[in-house]
């Protein structure tokens, strides 16, 4: 049997005066495109970020490959070969695209920064990617798009196996999204396992083979997208039949 790329065991995870997350178990196949579901509050962003390094859980074991993993920073779980793509951006936005791709590693010659290899290592990165813009222009210019883009040169040149994407496309346009779709779809087939954290049901079944349902915290199921309907995936979010919900929405 296929070892998972991701495994959470029994996670767990309390904020003050809420719990994200009780003991939510469940693995993610390498290659695959699995989204993280449910209602604002569920939890699903909370477990990307745990598996990401950004948070700690409070119990529970998380596998990567196989292997226990317990990060204490991004950068540890970019050196698993973990990277994010976030709703919040974080860059150096006065600093080049070159300068924050390369500001882990930058490149000198004779004690001195060699502008010319940082900005040809920079263009690779993003030609992995399959986009490219000047790697000279500040971040801080670009749009959100491109600078997604960038996060994603990021965690693909830094060896990442395993992608967290958080509501990708919530400031993106039609077209934008549709671009970054694409990429999804050239990631996994590369075998790289793409973690989509999303409630728009659209993008859902259009881009993910597998989804995960969390609500207050807690897993309802994991279920193959083929043979699911949206009225089935929106029924696991809420709790209740789809007519129910709509019908109590209506009498308040």
Known sequence: MTEPAVRFEKITRRFPGVQALSDVSLE?????????????????????????????????????????????????????????????????????????????????????????????????????IGTTFDVWRPVGSLTIAQQQMVQIAMAVSGGAKIIIFDEPTSSLSQVEADRLYELIGRLTARGVACIYVSHRMPEVFRLCDTVTVLRDGQHVGTRAIAGLSEHELVQMMIGRPLAEYVARRESV
Do not use: W, Y
């Not at 290592?121 to 992995?128: K, N, S, Y």
């Open 28 to 128: 993610i196949a390498a290659g695959s495109c699995h989204a993280l579901c449910g209602e604002n509050g569920a939890g699903k962003s909370t477990l990307g970020k745990i598996l990401a390094g950004i948070h700690k859980p409070d119990a529970g074991r998380l596998f990567v490959h196989g292997r226990e993993a317990n990060f204490d920073s991004p950068r540890d779980a970019l050196a698993a070969g973990v990277g994010m793509v976030h709703q919040e951006l974080a860059f150096c936005e006065n600093l080049s695209v070159a300068e924050n791709l390369c500001l882990g590693s930058l490149p000198s010659r004779g004690g001195l920064l060699d502008r010319n290899a940082m900005a040809s290592r920079a263009a690779a990165m993003l030609a992995e």
